[in-house]
């Protein structure tokens, strides 16, 4: 069983920056495109970032473009999301996921493992 857990969430002021955790068991993270989601308040789950497996490739949602930064760490089997330039729209659950069905992509009905999620609160 496949397990991912976020960490590094909290409240922060607009322009604040957060930088996310996500940790899993077993090594998926080697063979496994991976990716940030976020869902706020009576929106749908959405796409932030996600990383390829094969080439490293990456690609951003274009509300966080030139503001978010994802890596990973196949060694220590972590992903992260570093957050700057914090906004109030960028409140939300935060969650990451493995193993896309159909290759890397920021669709996030098409991911198989999910962990349980992070709050970020920007305030303004």
């Known amino acids: 069983q496949v397990q991912l857990v976020e960490s590094g969430g909290g409240l922060v002021q607009a322009g604040g920056s957060l930088r996310l955790s996500c940790a899993a068991s077993?090594?998926?993270?080697?063979?496994?495109?991976i990716g940030w989601f976020r869902e706020a308040p009576g929106q749908e789950r959405e796409g932030v970032s996600y990383?390829?497996?094969?080439?490293?490739?990456?690609n951003y949602a274009d509300s966080v473009k030139g503001r978010f930064t994802i890596s990973r760490d196949n060694t220590k089997n972590t992903l992260y999301l570093q957050m700057n330039s914090l906004k109030p729209e960028d409140t939300a659950v935060y969650y990451c996921a493995a193993e896309s069905a159909g290759g890397p992509s920021l669709n996030p009905r098409i991911y198989r493992y999910w962990g349980q999620g992070t709050q970020v609160t920007v305030s303004s």
């Open positions: 990383i390829a497996n094969g080439d490293g490739g990456t």
């Open positions: 077993g090594s998926i993270f080697s063979i496994n495109d």
